[in-house]
């Protein structure tokens, strides 16, 4: 017999909540507490969110000690239902359900349904509150691919559901309603491929789409005496019923080929995009945003505030469709010559989610910011400020909330700032820091702190530190500033050698072993069979010992951190920052009157 998932597997050997609890890496009475101690009342906050489509969608927010059982057990069933999945699809264009998935998103589900003459949308109604305590005991039961132990599949039913149904808010539901409604989706794909239609589901949508020359009336047709009423079919209707599952008939469409066909958000006409007003409703938010600094959103007619948080998200999404921009393939004059690509195009939307980043974590932000060297500096500096937080009241509470913002190096940072750590991408941005920030009206409040350590990688950025302020990296200054609100502070030298951030611990800190193993400095990733890395380091033996630890090595750095930020209150005291008008690599940009604008083209191009 083939074992397509050792993960099941454990799960199918299990007999009790102790066998369970042993598989999720937990402790019995961790189970037990979140499941039998703590009151329904206190087992989820609920609250309501607005739908699009009108009306309050219930969330369910799970207690932290249940939320944690949650989150392991939704791991799990992810991977057992990625296993089961590549033992029986081998082409990701072949997967019916692309929601909640690894690698799957509205994106790939959208793909399915590219340059067809008809796309036709159904919704399931209440599909997570359609499942409930029975038909999730009843799945793990009895699906051939589980088939656990009665008191097993009680347990995880248990942890899984509430008030006899999936809470919308639970880590397990979306792969648990997935699981469910795999049956759903291999009856709804072979009634699609009868009628040489495609079918797709991401979450509660499901999609048919065909080049037929007639849609097949057994998924869709339209409403008697109407031309653009359409509604589901009679064996549509039958196969999802069957299902366990329930249409909802106000939001079935039929989408033509001549007009905007969209899927799951994303237009399929052609090839997978964004829809046009909505990427110019963005555009004239972000614009509201670099001259006002604040955007807004009209609802009914009436303007309500729209949080950065909300804006940043719709130009991710933006940016996952879109991408960067066309590839560039590089092809030589001649057969024997190879010549370099020309400069990659990149789309308006591209530069537009790179300016919003670079006023809404640097130029705009509603704090001083702090960029260090990458992940592992920003756990330093961080776990400092914590155990010093009654010496430096200027930059954390005392309950340790940081009044600063040390930057936070993502994907996203990488992929569009081109800051992805390492003092080579904070050169670059000291290099064009003008022509990143041009243009803004608002913003330049608090200082961009950039903390580098004083060693051979930070010879070019302490060149350019050089070459506009006249002075000499050599120690006898804590701190630089260079342009705008811009300035470094290179670690000081201890005895006149390099000195990276690490030196400022004690060296016995430093020659402690973690788990038998040394810390060595230069390994900078990897952990080795003597060796940690230094991300381990940071997170096993700073972060954890933070409260013990000897932070007096750090002081001079967080005391140049206060200094510059009075040094930036008195350069603002009677003036703002105004963002520099032309892009030239150096220059100090100049300072406007305070309360006084200056007319500055936002640069904003649609695509």
């Known amino acids: 017999m083939t074992i397509v998932s050792l993960k099941l597997e454990q799960y199918k050997k299990a007999d009790t909540l102790t066998d369970v609890a042993r598989i999720l890496d937990l402790k019995p009475a961790h189970i037990s507490y979140a499941l039998y101690k703590l009151s329904d009342a206190s087992k989820y906050d609920?609250?309501?969110?607005?739908?699009?489509?009108?009306?309050?969608?219930?969330?369910?927010?799970?207690?932290?000690?249940?939320?944690?059982?949650?989150?392991?057990?939704?791991?799990?069933?992810?991977?057992i239902e990625q296993e089961l999945e590549a033992s029986r699809v081998k082409k990701r264009n072949c997967i019916l359900a692309h929601g909640f998935k690894k690698k799957l998103s509205i994106i790939t589900n959208g793909e399915n349904h590219r340059d067809q003459r008809y796309v036709f949308n159904a919704d399931l109604k209440d599909f997570f509150p359609a499942i409930n305590f029975g038909r999730v005991f009843g799945f793990f039961t009895k699906h051939k691919d589980f088939a656990l132990k009665r008191k097993v599949a009680a347990v995880l039913t248990q942890i899984a559901s509430f008030d006899n149904q999936l809470p919308q808010g639970s880590p397990c539901s979306p792969v648990i309603s997935n699981l469910?409604?795999?049956?759903?989706?291999?009856?709804?794909?072979?009634?699609?491929?009868?009628?040489?239609?495609?079918?797709?589901?991401?979450?509660?949508?499901?999609?048919?789409?065909?080049?037929?020359?007639?849609?097949?009336?057994?998924?869709g047709r339209r409403v008697n005496g109407s031309i653009n009423l359409w509604e589901a079919g009679p064996k549509l209707v039958k196969t999802i019923a069957r299902a366990g599952f329930e249409l909802n008939h106000a939001k079935t469409r039929m989408q033509y080929y001549y007009s905007r066909q969209d899927v799951t958000g994303v237009v399929v006409n052609q090839k997978v995009n964004i829809a046009s007003d909505y990427y110019a409703t963005v555009a004239a938010m972000c614009h509201h945003l670099f001259m006002d600094?604040?955007?807004?959103?009209?609802?009914?007619?009436?303007?309500?505030?729209?949080?950065?948080?909300?804006?940043?998200?719709?130009?991710?999404?933006?940016?996952?469709?879109?991408?960067?921009?066309?590839?560039?393939?590089?092809?030589?004059?001649?057969?024997d010559e190879q010549t370099k690509a020309p400069p990659q195009k990149v789309w308006a939307s591209f530069k537009l989610f790179?300016?919003?980043?670079?006023?809404?974590?640097?130029?705009?932000?509603?704090?001083?910011?702090?960029?260090?060297?990458?992940?592992?500096?920003?756990?330093?500096?961080?776990?400092?400020?914590?155990?010093?937080a009654?010496?430096?009241?200027?930059?954390?509470?005392?309950?340790?909330?940081?009044?600063?913002?040390?930057?936070?190096?993502?994907?996203?940072?990488?992929?569009?700032?081109?800051?992805?750590?390492?003092?080579g991408d904070l050169t670059k941005l000291a290099r064009m820091y003008s022509a990143r920030i041009k243009?803004?009206?608002?913003?330049?409040?608090?200082?961009?702190?950039?903390?580098?350590?004083s060693d051979e990688g930070s010879k070019d950025l302490f060149k350019h530190v050089q070459h506009v302020t006249k002075k000499k990296v050599d120690g006898s200054d804590s701190w630089?500033?260079?342009?705008?609100?811009?300035?470094?502070?290179?670690?000081?030298?201890?005895?006149?050698?390099?000195?990276?951030?690490?030196k400022l611990f004690e060296q016995a800190l430093l020659d402690k072993p973690y788990e038998g193993k040394?810390?060595?400095?230069?390994?900078?990733?990897?952990?080795?069979?003597?060796?940690?890395?230094?991300?381990?380091?940071?997170?096993?033996?700073?972060?954890?010992?933070?409260?013990?630890?000897?932070?007096?090595?750090?002081?001079?750095?967080?005391?140049?951190?206060?200094?510059?930020?009075?040094?930036?209150?008195?350069?603002?005291?009677?003036?703002?920052?105004?963002?520099?008008?032309?892009?030239?690599?150096?220059?100090?940009?100049?300072?406007?009157?305070?309360?006084?604008?200056?007319?500055?083209?936002?640069?904003?191009?649609?695509?």
């Open 390 to 423: 009654g010496k430096y009241p200027a930059l954390t509470s005392p309950a340790g909330e940081l009044k600063i913002k040390l930057f936070k190096y993502t994907r996203s940072s990488a992929a569009v700032q081109q800051l992805g750590g390492g003092c």
């Open 293 to 335: 600094g604040s955007c807004h959103v009209k609802v009914n007619g009436t303007k309500r505030p729209f949080s950065l948080a909300k804006l940043r998200g719709r130009l991710a999404f933006i940016h996952q469709v879109r991408g960067r921009g066309p590839k560039v393939r590089q092809v030589p004059d001649e057969k």
């Open 180 to 219: 469910i409604a795999s049956v759903m989706d291999i009856r709804l794909n072979e009634l699609a491929r009868q009628n040489h239609c495609t079918y797709t589901r991401y979450a509660d949508d499901i999609t048919f789409s065909t080049s037929e020359q007639l849609f097949p009336s057994a998924i």
């Open 480 to 502: 630089y500033f260079l342009e705008s609100n811009l300035y470094v502070i290179p670690i000081p030298k201890i005895g006149g050698a390099d000195t990276p951030i690490e």
């Open 518 to 607: 040394k810390f060595d400095i230069k390994l900078k990733e990897t952990d080795g069979a003597t060796h940690i890395s230094k991300k381990t380091f940071a997170s096993k033996v700073v972060a954890v010992n933070k409260a013990t630890i000897n932070f007096g090595g750090f002081e001079p750095v967080l005391n140049a951190v206060v200094e510059v930020i009075e040094d930036y209150k008195k350069r603002v005291g009677s003036v703002i920052p105004s963002a520099p008008t032309a892009g030239r690599t150096g220059a100090v940009s100049r300072l406007s009157v305070a309360g006084r604008k200056v007319a500055i083209n936002s640069n904003l191009i649609a695509d």
């Open 354 to 388: 790179e300016r919003f980043l670079n006023y809404a974590d640097l130029y705009g932000a509603e704090r001083p910011v702090v960029l260090c060297e990458g992940v592992t500096d920003n756990i330093y500096i961080k776990s400092a400020l914590h155990n010093l």
């Open 46 to 79: 609920e609250f309501t969110v607005p739908k699009k489509s009108g009306g309050d969608r219930i969330i369910r927010a799970p207690h932290k000690t249940l939320k944690a059982v949650q989150k392991r057990l939704a791991k799990d069933l992810l991977l």
């Open 439 to 453: 243009g803004f009206k608002s913003g330049g409040k608090h200082p961009v702190i950039m903390v580098v350590d």
